[in-house]
């Protein structure tokens, strides 16, 4: 309030700060003081008195009622039939008593340090943070004596190897968390690419004559059963080889496509490229240019695909294109083709790395 | 004095009264004491004054959670496995039994089905979790607009931003320990993200999860941060920020008797020992009833992680909202491959955006500082409109982040208002930039407004409701004036005026200097001249004319109409209906002296 009546600024002798732009009014309006105290109705009248000391109590009760509901609780509703209802009851009643048991706790300790407990206002006088004078004089005195015996000012050679040595110290300590990622082994092929992200995200598992197979189940896809309009979830045909152990997650990750199939004249050829489709049918990458998401909606009348994290769309007769959201790019297109026995094949790996932009990518 | 005589009374003492709390106590005190030299602080804090309000309390709502969440994820550590190895689940649950997911999958659902009381706690830790962050939001927003951050504060809001920011990357790494669903796919967008930094992107995210997404390491990863590294910095940072509060004693707001260098409220024991420590199980309380009726997060549900489903709708947790909100705000097609790399700035530019917002909320105490130039220390917690300027900003970047906020529902607000994703997304981009600007010219001409008003109560009081008739015909509202400790808490006896400029020891203006004053005029161009003690006794003296006159005429008038009647005698003070004495607007918090208006206020009275 008043920095005129304010003792905190006169407390420390060399201490003066600046008010900076403040503008202070000659005749601040005065402080009257504290009020008079006004009495609780527990302090006037020992009914009421008697009744806040019941609630407190009462309350503190109601609390061991809830703890002791809870401890039954547990025995009570036992879970180990694995019915749903089984599971909400137990949770739900032993819930009910610890929050009775801790809500009942809670409001009988405020209300007794409310309604009970004396309500008599303390005054108590600040002090300035910074330190006295002569403490800081202390401090300065000690650290000038520190100096003058160590001689960490004057001995610069000491200073300075000390200050590059320590700083290298830290060095081995990020060199070691290069082992968070694997190492590239050029022995084997796929070694040289494991600790390389850039290759690694350059490829997938689609290759030239890999049968394109249903997500989950991994049967592959005949042409003739992809029905018009429709959008189908698309994996590698050899993926189901793979163990979760060799890479199934991080190689489906990259490699879940969506096929769709559309009339021949809703994919003109000036916006696609025909050589990469089959009879109308079109796979894209199913993973997002934005951040990674599946894009997993399709809507066959406009020939649309959204993205459900970040809501990008992108139009299907003409390439994939972004046509609204954050996203980035086209969906990469897989190239495919059929096989002699009439399954869907893929022609080749993408062309392009499929998903988010990163730093390497072009 | 001697010793001897010190240890005399020291046993007469003993010997005539019964030490406090019995013998145990006081010889378990006196063996402690005797190890810790703990009496001198227990004699410096046990009696330490706190002033009171309800807003000093939001702070507590967020420590209190805090111990909820350490308690509950303690309980939780014991059972939750760490781990991406790969299992069949044949727990109690049905419809997954067979299903193939990670142990860290698997366990998340035995604490849900298989232990009892399991999901309980379960539900605590999240819930207890979102109220965490939400208590260091309404409590940093308290800080904010009472300008509590000023001189001395100013490392303190430093430190409680942080763990701020802290708490959010302890509710994300935590939300993506089961590896289900929803938390692969929370990742994945983490991973996306990541991948667009220049230059060190790629590496960061192929370190992160120790080879390709979503490899077997990242929740054994994001467990240790989760339960040792970040708690760690959390609870030092606590108690850190604790200490500088109690090394700067807690703000008050301004009214009577509570000055620049006093501290008025209750002592430490009794009173807000138990305040504390009853609104400690209060928050308890609540988080575990809404734990016992509300699911949130039902894993089984979602199903373990597959780079391939996704289900639409879904949100994230509400305090990670505003940044998947400004992802979703980023126009199409922002990728530029420049020097022979690609700049992915749909994901920059909202990484950015959000960087810069978080910057400036960091180092807002020293921007306002450096126009200021005020060097004192500040313990009077500002009522919002007495900072015009600051409230607005306040104002603006709470608007800002609610359009993020918003925008991470875009969604959701298209299919349930039936409105195109493309119109929700536009009207959040144009709200974006445009919302704070009208929120910022709103806010600082209410309280501007809110100013005129306080000074009009102080000088000329409240309005009484009381119409009276005067013999002219006139009709007037009495105003009362008001009390002199409710008036106290209405005018700000200082207020800050724009840097005037002046040519340093060589003739010139430095830039900064410059830049200083214009901020300063922004800040402080639209203020009102603090009232005096003189106009105050002005006004007042004016009031009580007034009011002596009002009662005047209302004597003529009254004793005219007796004399008209025949009954001269008749008493002057109109009937009394039992509603003269009732003032619509009279605030309840009041006193009503015998007579306010003759009392002179004087200073320590």
Same mark, same amino acid.
């Given at each position: ?9 006169? @407390? ?86 610890? !929050? ?131 959008? $189908? ?121 499929? !998903? ?7 | /004095? ?31 004491? @005797? ?27 967020? /420590? ?34 067979? $299903? ?163 501290? $008025? ?341």
């Amino acid at each position: 309030m008043a920095h005129e009546e304010d003792a905190l600024e006169h @407390e420390r002798a060399s201490w003066k700060p600046s008010p900076g732009l403040a503008v202070a009014v000659p005749d601040p309006v005065q402080n009257p003081g504290l009020p008079p105290h006004r009495a609780r109705m527990t302090d006037k009248d020992p009914a009421a008195m008697t009744r806040a000391v019941r609630t407190v109590y009462t309350l503190f009760y109601l609390s061991l009622a809830g703890s002791i509901w809870a401890t039954a609780a547990y025995m009570l509703f036992p879970i180990e039939s694995g019915r749903i209802v089984d599971i909400r009851n137990n949770n739900l009643f032993i819930g009910l008593g610890i !929050g009775l048991a801790l809500l009942a706790l809670g409001l009988g300790a405020i209300h007794w340090s409310k309604a009970v407990m004396s309500d008599k206002e303390f005054i108590e006088p600040r002090h300035a943070t910074r330190g006295r004078d002569a403490t800081r004089e202390g401090a300065v005195q000690a650290f000038r004596d520190a100096n003058e015996e160590s001689g960490f000012g004057r001995r610069t050679a000491i200073r300075g190897s000390l200050i590059a040595a320590v700083a290298a110290s830290i060095l081995p300590g990020i060199t070691l968390f290069r082992g968070l990622a694997p190492h590239s082994d050029k022995s084997t092929e796929e070694g040289a690419l494991a600790g390389d992200p850039v290759a690694l995200l350059k490829q997938t598992m689609w290759k030239e004559g890999e049968r394109l197979a249903h997500d989950p189940s991994g049967e592959p896809i005949r042409a003739a059963d992809v029905t018009l309009g429709s959008a $189908v979830h698309v994996i590698p045909e050899s993926l189901a080889e793979l163990g979760h152990s060799e890479g199934y997650l991080e190689e489906k990750a990259k490699a879940i496509v969506l096929l769709m199939r559309l009339l021949p004249e809703d994919l003109p050829a000036e916006y696609n490229n025909l050589d990469w489709a089959y009879d109308g049918i079109v796979a894209y990458s199913k993973v997002c240019t934005h951040v990674g998401c599946p894009v997993a909606l399709y809507e066959q009348q406009t020939h649309h695909l959204l993205c459900p994290c970040h809501q990008s769309q992108f139009d299907v007769s003409r390439s994939a294109a972004v046509i609204f959201g954050p996203a980035a790019r086209p969906l990469p297109q897989l190239p495919i083709t059929v096989d002699a026995e009439g399954y869907l094949v893929a022609k080749s790996d993408f062309t392009e790395p499929v !998903g988010p932009s990163f730093w390497e990518r072009h | /004095m001697s010793t001897a005589t010190v240890t005399e009374t020291g046993t007469d003492k003993t010997q005539n009264e019964k030490p406090l709390g019995g013998r145990f106590v006081a010889g378990a005190a006196n063996y402690i004491d @005797e190890r810790t030299s703990i009496s001198g602080f227990v004699k410096e804090l046990g009696r330490k004054i706190f002033p009171d309000h309800w807003s000093f309390m939001l702070g507590e709502i967020a /420590m209190w959670a805090f111990v909820v969440v350490l308690l509950s994820g303690t309980f939780l550590t014991f059972f939750f496995q760490a781990s991406m190895t790969e299992t069949h689940y044949n727990g109690a649950y049905i419809p997954l039994r067979g $299903v193939e997911m990670s142990a860290a999958l698997e366990s998340t659902l035995r604490i849900s089905f298989d232990i009892r009381g399991g999901l309980l706690v379960r539900q605590i830790h999240h819930w207890a979790a979102l109220v965490f962050v939400a208590g260091i939001g309404v409590h940093m927003l308290r800080i904010f607009f009472t300008g509590a951050f000023r001189k001395p504060r100013e490392l303190n809001w430093v430190i409680g931003f942080i763990m701020f920011i802290l708490a959010m990357a302890e509710g994300f790494t935590g939300y993506s320990l089961p590896d289900d669903l929803l938390s692969g796919n929370g990742l994945r967008i983490i991973d996306g993200m990541v991948k667009g930094i220049p230059l060190i992107g790629t590496w960061t995210s192929f370190l992160l999860f120790g080879g390709e997404f979503p490899g077997s390491l990242i929740v054994g990863r994001l467990y240790t941060l989760h339960i040792l590294l970040l708690p760690a910095i959390l609870v030092a940072l606590l108690v850190v920020h604790l200490m500088l509060m109690i090394i700067n004693k807690h703000t008050q707001f301004a009214g009577p008797g509570r000055t620049n260098s006093n501290v $008025v409220g209750y002592p430490m024991m009794p009173i807000y020992m138990t305040k504390m420590g009853g609104f400690l199980f209060i928050t308890f309380g609540v988080i575990v009833l809404i734990a016992s009726l509300f699911t949130i997060n039902p894993i089984w549900n979602y199903g373990p992680y597959d780079p391939s489903p996704v289900s639409a709708g879904t949100q994230p947790d509400w305090y990670i909202g505003f940044a998947d909100g400004g992802l979703r705000l980023a126009p199409s097609n922002w990728d530029i491959v420049f020097l022979d790399r690609t700049w992915s700035f749909g994901i920059l530019v909202p990484l950015a955006v959000i960087g810069l917002f978080i910057v400036a909320v960091l180092i807002y105490p020293f921007l306002e500082a450096w126009i200021t130039g005020d060097k004192r220390e500040h313990h009077i917690a500002q009522r919002p409109r007495n900072a015009a300027t600051r409230t607005a900003i306040g104002a603006a970047g709470v608007t800002f982040y609610a359009v993020l906020w918003a925008a991470a529902s875009s969604d959701i607000i298209a299919t349930h208002f039936h409105l195109t994703m493309e119109g929700v997304i536009h009207t959040l981009q144009a709200l974006l930039i445009v919302g704070p600007v009208i929120a910022y010219f709103v806010t600082k001409r209410m309280c501007l407004a809110l100013q005129k008003k306080d000074r009009e109560i102080a000088l000329h009081g409240y309005e009484s409701g009381r119409i009276v008739r005067l013999p002219g015909g006139e009709y007037i509202e009495v105003h009362q004036p008001v009390d002199e400790y409710e008036r106290v808490k209405l005018v700000e006896n200082e207020t800050m005026a724009p840097l005037v400029v002046r040519p340093n020891d060589k003739g010139r203006i430095p830039w900064h200097e410059n830049l200083r004053a214009s901020l300063s005029r922004w800040f402080f161009e639209d203020r009102l001249t603090p009232l005096s003690q003189g106009e105050i006794e002005a006004a007042l003296a004016h009031q009580h004319h007034s009011l002596d006159h009002i009662a005047d005429e209302e004597a003529l008038e009254l004793q005219g109409a007796h004399e008209r009647a025949g009954v001269p005698d008749a008493p002057l003070h109109p009937i009394d209906d039992g509603h003269n004495t009732e003032t619509a607007n009279r605030p309840s918090n009041i006193i009503v002296s015998d007579d306010p208006t003759t009392k002179k206020p004087t200073k320590g009275d």
